[in-house]
């Protein structure tokens, strides 16, 4: 008798189109591994592919998804799937696997200074306050101050770095005046980035131990981007930290418009908005390269222990991120559970903020405190020195 057999069907052009885009993510992905290590000054192209590493993960996903359940072409499934596995540590730096977080969310907002973690020796907090303002908001409406300095309260850090910090300068409304009475961080280093005889912006360290000593990196300051530091006294020991606020995109309404989309404007139009948004990342992923080999330098040059706190304006696949926190430890990746993100704006919606500990601090609890005021979620660390 004759065999029978059964010949695979050729894909079909629609099934060549779908395998040609598949393989096209999957290159994309695998260039976005490697963002990290190149400084966007040599080539910024790859911090591009860094910035969309989410996007690119999602597309692989769904390939993977969409093969096993085509017939006769569920093996397709392992070219996004292999490239995901490969990606295992940047996935661990976007997404907490740590089931054994030491509390809940609830567990902090109803926690005072008497109720720490048993064995806690430092609790410490970023947040960026976008002026005490909702993102978005006009001037005529009621500022988000009150319900921000009650979060802080709640959350009852020990030392806390501002990015956008704005105050006026006497009377009711000096903020300052507040943290030291009202919250009991009595110690504060501020550096205005602009500044008139009534009111002033830029960056704030506040803590309830004393500051020693304290400044700024003056190299490659922009405006409000900028980094400055304050050595901190606990129980007669000192450790630096620093409050990070990296260049951002400057993007307009304009900008946000066009990535918002559908756009109904001519091609020209959309060629020259690409382009515009195209130089923007380009300048700031440059800029943010020397402002972090900057901060590296300065750090190292320490020798307390260290905390680097802040803004970053980039997400964990970036050089700045990963150039700033070689040896360092991120608490994300040591005690945080689910989505790492901590902007809620338009662009990018990812995670930002990052608090990086030297090897002298030992990591108890990571909490992103998600209560959207300003357009950054505040980030809660747990640390022993």
């Known amino acids: 008798m004759r065999k029978k057999y059964t010949r695979k069907k050729r894909l079909s052009f629609l099934g060549k189109v779908t395998l040609i885009l598949n393989l096209l993510t999957v290159i994309m992905l695998l260039v976005s591994y490697l963002s990290p290590f190149v400084d966007p000054r040599t080539f910024w192209p790859f911090a591009f592919f860094g910035l969309a590493y989410m996007p690119l993960l999602a597309v692989n996903v769904l390939f993977v998804l969409f093969w096993l359940f085509i017939r006769n072409r569920r093996t397709f499934a392992l070219l996004s799937l292999m490239a995901i596995l490969i990606g295992w540590q940047p996935l661990r730096a976007h997404i907490g696997l740590n089931k054994n977080r030491l509390t809940t969310q609830e567990q902090v907002e109803n926690q005072t200074s008497d109720s720490l973690i048993a064995g806690t020796d430092l609790r410490v907090m970023t947040y960026n306050v976008h002026l005490f303002r909702e993102f978005g908001q006009t001037k005529n409406e009621p500022d988000i101050k009150d319900q921000a300095l009650e979060l802080i309260r709640k959350a009852d ?11 006026r300068k006497k009377g009711q409304h000096d903020i300052s005046e507040l943290f030291r009475n009202a919250l009991g ?30 400044g700024h990196l003056p190299d490659f300051e922009q405006g409000v981007n900028s980094i ?10 000192v450790f630096r930290v620093y409050n990070v606020h990296l260049r951002s995109y400057g993007f307009q309404q304009e900008d946000y418009d066009f990535i918002a989309g559908p756009i109904e404007e001519s091609m020209e139009k959309r060629i020259s908005s690409t382009k515009r948004i195209g ?36 997400t964990p696949l970036s050089f700045a991120v990963n150039h700033v926190g070689k040896g360092m430890q991120n608490t994300f990746q040591k005690k945080a559970w689910g989505w790492g993100q901590t902007y809620n704006g338009d662009f990018p919606n990812f995670q930002i903020d990052y608090v990086l500990a030297s090897p002298d601090f030992q990591v108890l609890r990571y909490e992103i405190i998600r209560e959207k005021l300003s357009d950054h979620y505040p980030v809660l660390v747990d640390l022993v020195l």
């Not at 850090?157 to 105050?167: K, N, R, S």
């Not at 961080?185 to 304290?214: R, W």
């Not at 900057?294 to 190292?300: D, G, I, P, T, W």
Request: with cysteine; aromatic share 12%.
């Open 185 to 214: 961080l009595k110690y504060q280093y501020i550096h205005s980035t602009a500044e008139n005889e009534f009111e002033s912006y830029g960056l704030a360290i506040f803590s309830k131990h004393p500051i020693v000593s304290s």
């Open 279 to 314: 130089n923007r990342l380009k300048k700031a992923f440059t800029l943010r390269s020397l402002q972090a080999r900057s901060l590296r330098k300065h750090s190292e040059e320490n020798t307390k222990p260290v905390l680097i706190m802040g803004d970053f304006n980039d």
């Open 228 to 237: 400055i530091f304050a050595d901190v006294e606990k129980e007669g020991r």
């Open 157 to 167: 850090p020990d030392l806390i770095c501002i990015q956008e910090y704005y105050t």
